[in-house]
């Protein structure tokens, strides 16, 4: 009898062989080991004698395929990502542990209308840690789904972060956040104890 369940990540172990450790410039004898990640989207079963092809288009026009709008956090754990840029690593672990990005309810482009002129802003305790508006970005959202298709194949429940104001600082336990983006439904969210 076969098993079958669905992949839910691929996890990578970086330099896990001698030579390739040493050819990559690290040192197998002094290193923990280390990991990065795959979406479960990138596997693709090679069945014997068959080859599995898939085209990468890029996007022509791009905001035909945006369904939505919300406003979410990257969490970052800057220690490990300290950590991994030192030793030139991914930065995985750093940006992709669980519940590491909080996010409102997506509301649909047709019920919202954003602008330039939109601010966006990040409060913790109550105090204003970040803000800006949406004109502030160097890449607009129709060059961010342009570039960013001509790498990965974009599909429906894709979402992208379009990056962070100034004004990045430790979060602690306890900390209340709330991020606004003009009609947005608010990202509010609490930070806990490390489960």
Same mark, same amino acid.
């Given at each position: 009898?076969?098993?079958?369940?669905?992949?839910?990540?691929?996890?990578?172990?970086?330099?896990?062989?001698?030579?390739? !450790?040493?050819?990559?410039?690290?040192?197998?004898?002094?290193?923990? /080991?280390?990991?990065?990640?795959?979406?479960?989207?990138?596997?693709?079963?090679?069945?014997?004698? !068959?080859?599995?092809?898939?085209?990468?288009?890029?996007?022509?026009?791009?905001?035909? $395929?945006?369904?939505?709008?919300?406003?979410? %956090?990257?969490?970052?754990?800057? #220690?490990?990502?300290?950590?991994?840029?030192?030793?030139?690593?991914?930065?995985? !672990?750093?940006?992709?542990?669980? $519940?590491?990005?909080?996010?409102?309810?997506?509301?649909?482009?047709?019920?919202?209308?954003?602008?330039?002129?939109?601010?966006?802003?990040?409060?913790?305790?109550?105090?204003?840690?970040?803000?800006?508006?949406?004109?502030?970005?160097?890449?607009?959202?129709?060059?961010?789904?342009?570039?960013?298709?001509?790498?990965?194949?974009? %599909?429906?429940?894709?979402?992208?972060?379009?990056?962070?104001?100034?004004?990045?600082?430790?979060?602690?336990?306890? #900390?209340?956040?709330?991020?606004? %983006?003009?009609?947005?439904? /608010?990202?509010?969210?609490?930070?806990?104890?490390?489960?």
């Amino acid at each position: 009898m076969q098993t079958c369940w669905a992949i839910r990540r691929v996890y990578c172990v970086g330099r896990n062989y001698r030579e390739h !450790a040493l050819e990559m410039g690290g040192d197998p004898d002094r290193e923990p /080991p280390f990991f990065f990640q795959k979406p479960a989207d990138a596997v693709v079963v090679c069945n014997p004698g !068959a080859t599995t092809r898939v085209p990468y288009p890029p996007m022509t026009s791009a905001m035909d $395929h945006v369904f939505g709008y919300a406003i979410g %956090c990257d969490l970052t754990r800057r #220690d490990l990502q300290s950590k991994a840029k030192k030793m030139g690593r991914p930065w995985d !672990a750093a940006k992709g542990f669980d $519940h590491s990005c909080p996010l409102s309810p997506i509301i649909a482009k047709e019920d919202i209308e954003l602008n330039a002129a939109n601010a966006i802003q990040v409060n913790v305790n109550g105090n204003t840690r970040q803000h800006s508006t949406i004109g502030h970005m160097i890449y607009s959202i129709p060059e961010i789904i342009s570039n960013l298709s001509q790498l990965f194949r974009l %599909c429906q429940g894709d979402l992208i972060l379009t990056g962070t104001p100034a004004g990045v600082a430790e979060m602690n336990v306890g #900390d209340r956040v709330s991020i606004t %983006c003009g009609d947005l439904i /608010p990202c509010e969210f609490v930070m806990g104890e490390p489960e």
